[in-house]
């Protein structure tokens, strides 16, 4: 099984994924742990990586469709779950041609909406207990700007294979739901 998770920031996305990974036996791909393990390897597509974020800058998405073409080839054969992947068109675009090229496709695409409030009461609250000095009001703000400016579209691309899950409620009760679809 493929699936591809999404939603903005606060939506419980990760959370979601790291149930499902373990329930269906997927690998759990996250965008900063494929990062991460670039860098960590030395390869000249996490020097290049890092370089751009250690300016504080976006990894162009040339760099990041060329290590995922790389995991995913890697992982061909087994269950994934994308977390943070696709995040603009075209690295939806790249993905796409990376699982033609691989003769597989995305099984389900997840959406998990919630609510704008809601989202930053959730961020809020959650930053006040993880103490991140980096998670103020003003930021979580900004960060679902960009998101709705950068990766809402998107949903859009996905829009005939998109299943909208209602992020709302607790960690159970949106697991149940995502399950209720694709079981």
């Not at 329930?23 to 390869?43: A, M, Q």
């Not at 751009?52 to 061909?76: C, F, H, I, Q, R």
């Not at 700007?145 to 992020?167: C, Q, R, S, W």
Request: aromatic share 4%; charged share 25%; glycine share 8%.
């Amino acid at each position: 099984m493929k699936l591809l998770i999404m939603g903005p920031p606060g939506a419980g996305k990760g959370t979601q994924a790291k149930i499902l990974a373990e329930k269906f036996n997927l690998v759990h791909l996250s965008t900063g742990d494929i990062l991460r393990s670039e860098i960590d390897k030395g390869s000249s597509m996490g020097l290049e990586a890092q370089s751009y974020m250690n300016a504080g800058n976006l990894v162009p998405d040339k760099v990041l469709l060329s290590m995922m073409d790389s995991t995913l080839e890697n992982l061909k054969d087994k269950g994934l779950i994308l977390d943070g992947f696709p995040r603009t068109i075209p690295q939806a675009e790249g993905l796409s041609t990376i699982f033609k090229s691989l003769n597989q496709k995305i099984d389900y695409v997840i959406n998990i909406y919630v609510e704008k409030d809601v989202l930053i009461n959730r961020l809020v609250e959650r930053a006040e207990k993880s103490g991140r000095a980096d998670d103020t009001k003003e930021v979580i703000v900004n960060r679902q700007k960009v998101y709705h400016k950068l990766t809402a579209p998107v949903i859009e691309f996905y829009n005939n294979e998109i299943i909208n899950i209602d992020g709302d409620g607790s960690i159970e009760e949106v697991t149940s739901r995502i399950l209720n679809i694709i079981e």
